[in-house]
């Protein structure tokens, strides 16, 4: 199967170079074009600053959850996009209540430690237990020995601990949640990784349902100081908490512009307008979804026509499970579009990106061709090409389906910025301008000129060559934690 799957990449790479040998596009006036409008007039900070400071976060499910949405919505009508919708979908909503956690050495002698709630965890809980140390709670945390978290409250790193063996895989923090509950705990204390007493907060659900169990997380250095306790002595933990959560209706907001050759056929351009409720989202992911909306406003103030269809996508729900990315593909698969779409472009937290991105090697050519042309207009940009895959984010659902996605790559954020991510100092003063009108520069010509090109080189794959694909890069584990492992 894998000679199978190289030896067509390989075909319709060069069938694609063959093409770009008979008459290559010539994007360079277009992408002059993008280069001016966007420098000159680009208006992604501008109206992310201001959404940030009308709505603050973009909780999906709350009230300001459905003003970012009419917000984005009137945003593309101002554009000059007639065709806006809004693609609603039900979904269970969760949003955080009381929280109290206590630790120390004695069940009646312990002292109130500062956490946070991770989402999806039950409306009410109040667990007492001995905590127990689990590493990087990933599974071969618990197999040495299965019965070490039954019934107690597991304390697990976000990431990996310095100091794991080489190749210790880290896993997503509901994933390692479902490991917990998996193994009978009774509740989970994830540690953050990042410096500074820094709180993460994010959904501790694989499936965007609520979980059994309750689970938060510490700042870092208040876990390690944890851990070393726990070397030394038993520590005890309560864990009381209230939250809120219901079947609600969000939507995700569509626009598009039709292709004049194969209107039939379209690129996906897309990022989630949701956040976290802790702070505004304003880099996860206001910078994606606030550059996709830019991309959309410039293509149109252009009446740039590519031959394919561009469709704007921008995803709510996201944070709590991808659960608008997940509600565009199923309702694609019932209405029979889902084989109209030839490739999906996502934009999450990407800020100045150097390169492109594709989950298929067969790109290559087409995406260099296209950096190439970049290039010249501004050698800033290195045209790196950047082929792998991933999971957590809203390109997964159109992945598992076996169309082909990309966006930027080697991009930069600061380590500062990255440290807020999901936490309460993931605010507008961290947003890069130049680096985010970079974003929407490059990547608005990359989006054109994907929909424009004679033939897009790779094709959707097979459901035997998506299976394949996610073993060869250690995917099967993590989407058999989180329940999106389709095969036997």
């Keep these: 199967m894998k000679m199978k799957n190289t030896f067509t990449t390989l075909f319709l790479g060069l069938a694609f170079h063959i093409s770009l040998g008979q008459g290559k596009p010539e994007w360079a006036a277009t992408f002059d074009q993008i280069n001016k409008e966007v420098t000159k007039n680009s208006k992604a900070y501008q109206t992310l600053g201001d959404a940030s400071k009308k709505i603050g976060h973009r909780l999906t499910g709350s009230e300001n959850g459905k003003k970012a949405e009419q917000y984005a919505f009137d945003l593309l009508k101002s554009y000059g996009f007639d065709d806006v919708r809004f693609q609603p979908f039900t979904a269970e909503s969760w949003s955080r209540g009381t929280l109290e956690v206590l630790i120390g050495e004695e069940n009646n002698n312990m002292l109130p430690f500062k956490a946070v709630t991770l989402a999806h965890s039950p409306v009410s809980s109040q667990v007492e237990a001995e905590i127990v140390d689990m590493g990087n709670g990933v599974e071969a945390d618990y197999l040495s020995n299965p019965g070490k978290a039954k019934d107690m409250i597991v304390l697990a790193f976000l990431g990996v601990l310095p100091g794991s063996p080489e190749g210790t895989k880290s896993l997503h923090r509901s994933e390692k949640t479902a490991l917990a509950i998996k193994y009978g705990a009774k509740g989970i204390i994830l540690i953050n990784a990042a410096p500074g007493g820094i709180l993460l907060t994010g959904t501790a659900s694989v499936t965007g349902k609520l979980i059994p169990i309750p689970a938060v997380c510490i700042g870092r250095e208040d876990g390690l100081e944890l851990k070393q306790a726990l070397e030394e002595h038993p520590e005890f933990a309560s864990i009381k908490m209230t939250n809120t959560s219901g079947m609600i209706t969000a939507r995700n907001v569509i626009a598009s512009i039709k292709g004049s050759k194969y209107p039939e056929e379209k690129v996906v351009v897309g990022g989630h307008l949701d956040s976290w409720d802790l702070a505004t989202g304003a880099i996860d992911n206001g910078i994606g979804s606030f550059a996709v909306i830019d991309i959309a406003r410039t293509i149109k103030k252009l009446k740039l026509q590519p031959e394919r269809t561009l469709e704007f996508v921008l995803f709510m729900g996201e944070e709590e499970g991808l659960l608008g990315s997940k509600a565009y593909v199923e309702q694609a698969i019932a209405d029979g579009s889902i084989d109209q779409v030839k490739y999906m472009l996502n934009y999450d937290m990407t800020n100045d990106p150097k390169g492109f991105s ?50 930027g790559s080697d991009g930069h954020l600061e380590q500062s910025v990255l440290n807020c991510y999901h936490a309460d100092c993931d605010t507008f003063d961290l947003v890069d301008k130049a680096g985010m009108t970079n974003t929407v520069r490059y990547s608005s010509m990359l989006a054109f000129a994907l929909a424009d090109a004679p033939e897009i080189p790779v094709r959707r794959q097979t459901d035997a060559e998506v299976k394949e694909m996610l073993i060869r890069n250690n995917l099967e584990e993590p989407l058999r934690i989180s329940g999106d492992w389709r095969w036997k």
């Excluded at 298929?360 to 950047?386: C, H, P, T, W």
């Excluded at 999971?391 to 389906?401: E, G, I, N, V």
């Design 358 to 407: 594709s989950s298929m090697e067969g790109s290559k050519a087409l995406f260099s061709y296209i950096g190439s042309q970049v290039q010249k207009i501004d050698a800033s940009f290195k045209n790196g090409f950047r082929f792998g895959v991933g999971l957590h984010s809203d390109h997964q659902p159109f992945m598992l389906q076996g169309i082909p996605t990309g966006g």
